[in-house]
DNA sequence: TTAATTTCAGATAAATTACTCTTAATTAAA
DNA sequence: TTTAATTAAGAGTAATTTATCTGAAATTAA
């Protein structure tokens, strides 16, 4: 099986959300990261470590270190995290696996999947990870405070 | 990266709406499907063979062999093919990556997740492949008759 | 009957993705 | 200054997916 994105991906974007819904300034470690989101420690490392040289998280080493989110945080979106992790290709590519995704020579699901795609690329552009992680209701991030 | 269907299903899907092009009654072999859908050969017969065996496809062994699609064609749909495929989770699974996907405790992206993915399947499940495949403008799909 | 062409079946190989382990570097608290 | 907690870095392993190979069985055409 498949779905949208890799593994990595949907770790990066939980870690991500989970980091806009701490106060700000508070550094989050690695280990309180892996045990609340259920995600492999050493796995996990790597993926910040890649976003924070990517430029979207801030780390520390160090005792009190960790992980945040780069500031200023309202520039973040979650699709800067895929493309960072996952690559820009899903963006342009066909949902039935031929080479090109075009408009001229579209397959069978060509207008479904670009109205799918363009939708969910419009709110990944459009709301930044403040925003988005207010709208969670999942409890492990509650009680962040 | 990843893409909505495994690698797997994209090629079954190519394969079935070829099928659903060609002439009732033809039977198509392995090796032009191969050819003209640049799939590996060994592991598309692999993909049809299942197919076969789930009921999607007839087979033909021998010199005027190949496969076509199981009659009655107006009841397969490309929702079947993925199914049979890639299996019926991609219909409930959070595309974060959570446990589960819920109304109760959703996701940062579940509402628009859910909107488009009913959207995709609706069409999936409503529209035959005869129908799909009529919608096709890739010219590996012409001129099949 | 024979030869050619096809699917069927199972083993194997290659590539990719997911995950683990170990050691070093850094920082702050004890 | 020592110790504990943390990230950094790179190598190594495991699992999964994708692809290949080989030979057998079936069927038709010559
Ligand atoms: S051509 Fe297939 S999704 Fe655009
Ligand atoms: S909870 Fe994530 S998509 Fe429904």
Redesign the interface.
């Known amino acids: 099986?498949?779905?949208?994105?890799?593994?990595q991906?949907?770790?990066a974007?939980?870690a991500v959300?989970y980091l806009a819904k701490t106060p700000s300034g508070k550094m989050t470690s690695i280990k309180e990261l892996s045990a609340k989101l259920d995600i492999p420690y050493h796995y996990l490392a790597k993926i910040l470590q890649s976003l924070a040289i990517k430029g979207l998280l801030l780390s520390e080493k160090g005792r009190t270190g960790g992980f945040a989110l780069r500031i200023p945080v309202e520039h973040i979106t979650?699709a800067q995290v895929i493309d960072a992790v996952?690559?820009p290709?899903?963006k342009h590519?066909c949902?039935?696996?031929?080479g090109e995704c075009s408009e001229?020579?579209?397959?069978?699901?060509h207008?479904?999947?670009v109205?799918?795609r363009t939708?969910?690329f419009d709110?990944?552009n459009d709301k930044n990870v403040i925003q988005?992680?207010r709208?969670?209701?999942?409890?492990v991030y509650e009680m962040l405070a």
């Open positions: 099986m498949s779905l949208l994105f890799s593994r991906c949907e770790y974007l939980q959300l979650l996952d690559g290709a899903i590519s949902v039935m696996g031929f001229d020579n579209p397959c069978a699901l207008n479904e999947w109205h799918l939708g969910l709110v990944l988005l992680a709208e969670m209701k999942k409890p």
